[in-house]
């Protein structure tokens, strides 16, 4: 039977970004094939309520765990701070990891939301991890992103 492992939806090919499109990306598609992975499709954006296309996320300061822990800022490109959001998004996607049982995620760099190895700080890319990341990180899920897979 094959292991369920959360994977950002984005990366499968749907089209839950910010902007209405996806990422597929065949090298995280060919990964799950040859792991013998079943992919269990999440954005924790969508899941928090968001619509889709929305206005485009960044941390004002802080990241991912920074957000979790009340300390840091997260906004729209419009000012609206939408750290609760993306904490409800967040929680939720938690509570789909522990029914679907995954232990792992393979999720998009960049993201506020999926962040992995990296995020957006302003305009800048920094190192950090997305608010879903770092609170299933919390809870003992292992993670890659789809640059990992090179």
């Known amino acids: 039977m094959p292991e369920p492992i959360l994977v950002s939806a984005c990366l499968l090919g749907l ?5 209405g499109q996806s990422k597929r990306n065949d090298k995280v598609l060919e990964y799950l094939r040859r792991e013998n992975l079943q992919p269990i499709p999440i954005c924790p954006e969508q899941l928090a309520g968001l619509p889709t296309p929305r206005p485009k996320s960044f941390f004002a300061s802080g990241g991912g765990s920074d957000v979790l822990d009340g ?7 419009n000012g609206t701070d939408v750290g609760e959001a993306f904490i409800r998004g967040a929680a939720e996607s938690l509570k789909l990891a522990q029914l679907a049982g995954c232990r792992r995620a393979l999720f998009k760099d960049g993201s506020p939301s999926c962040g992995v190895h990296r995020i957006y700080l302003g305009a800048e890319q920094v ?10 990180l919390r809870h003992g899920l292992q993670f890659i992103s789809e640059g990992d897979l090179l």
Request: hydrophobic fraction near 35%; aromatic fraction near 4%; charge should be negative.
């Open 127 to 136: 190192a950090g991890q997305g608010v879903t990341t770092a609170l299933l």
């Open 71 to 77: 300390n840091g800022l997260l906004v729209q490109e």
């Open 15 to 19: 089209s839950t970004r910010y902007d």
